[in-house]
């Protein structure tokens, strides 16, 4: 199957502060998902982005298919960015996630 | 809208019992997914419908393990019987490919415990 490496593992951030997050792939996809997942566990979509670039507010991506990798920038972090961000890379419908980056923002 | 609808939300049993966990998807989406969470595989996929029909449950661990979609609005997943192994975080998703665009959405997942 796909491989999906999300670097780096744990971020720690003080409230303000910029940061890229990675995801390599090993393989051609059909599509990429980020996702965050809260405190309380549940998986809110952030980008759908098989290629290019996106923002939505503080948060953008950027996905460069053909050198298999994408990024999640988040700019001026607040204390609710804290959490889990997760990169998932689709082939045939199936949707095959990384191990996450585990994001802690400091007041 | 309403999203991917789960329940329960949480579910404590005993080993040996039979678990079932529950999935509405969003209304107009084909497609229906189950993951499970676990601190030590992650977030794997287990088994997913397209147009109420298993399409692939390669991910299915073991026989105990079984899902079913009687309708476009429901999906079960049942297991029987439970051990402690199968604790985890279970996961509904859907999406709709009308659009062309494949994009999942996540049910808040039901948190199994089994003692």
């Known amino acids: 199957g796909i491989q999906v490496e999300q670097s780096p593992p744990d971020l720690i951030l003080q409230e303000g502060a910029n940061s890229t997050l990675r995801c390599n792939f090993s393989?051609?996809?059909?599509?990429l998902q980020w996702f965050h997942q809260n405190p309380w566990g549940q998986l809110i979509n952030l980008f759908y982005?098989?290629?290019g670039t996106k923002q939505n507010g503080r948060l953008s991506a950027t996905t460069v298919a053909t050198e298999r990798y994408s990024l999640l920038y988040i700019s001026s972090s607040q204390t609710t960015d804290s959490g889990v961000y997760f990169c998932?890379?689709?082939?045939?419908?199936?949707?095959?996630f990384g191990a996450g980056t585990t994001v802690t923002v400091r007041a | 809208d309403a999203g991917v609808i789960q329940s329960p939300r949480h579910e404590v049993t005993e080993m040996g019992q039979e678990v079932t966990l529950r999935c509405k998807p969003i209304?107009?989406?084909?497609?229906l997914f189950w993951y499970r969470q676990t601190m030590m595989r992650g977030l794997e996929l287990l088994i997913y419908?397209?147009?109420?029909?298993?399409?692939?449950d390669s991910g299915m661990p073991e026989d105990r393990f079984s899902a079913k979609m009687p309708n476009a609005s429901f999906s079960t997943l049942k297991i029987q019987p439970s051990e402690p192994r199968d604790s985890a975080v279970y996961f509904c998703?859907?999406?709709?490919?009308?659009?062309?665009?494949?994009?999942?959405?996540f049910g808040p997942g039901t948190r199994l415990t089994v003692l």
């Open positions: 998703a859907s999406s709709g490919t009308g659009t062309g665009i494949n994009e999942q959405f």
């Open positions: 393989d051609s996809v059909n599509n």
């Open positions: 982005i098989p290629s």
């Open positions: 998932a890379v689709c082939n045939d419908y199936k949707l095959s």
């Open positions: 209304s107009g989406h084909d497609y």
């Open positions: 419908f397209n147009n109420n029909v298993p399409i692939d």
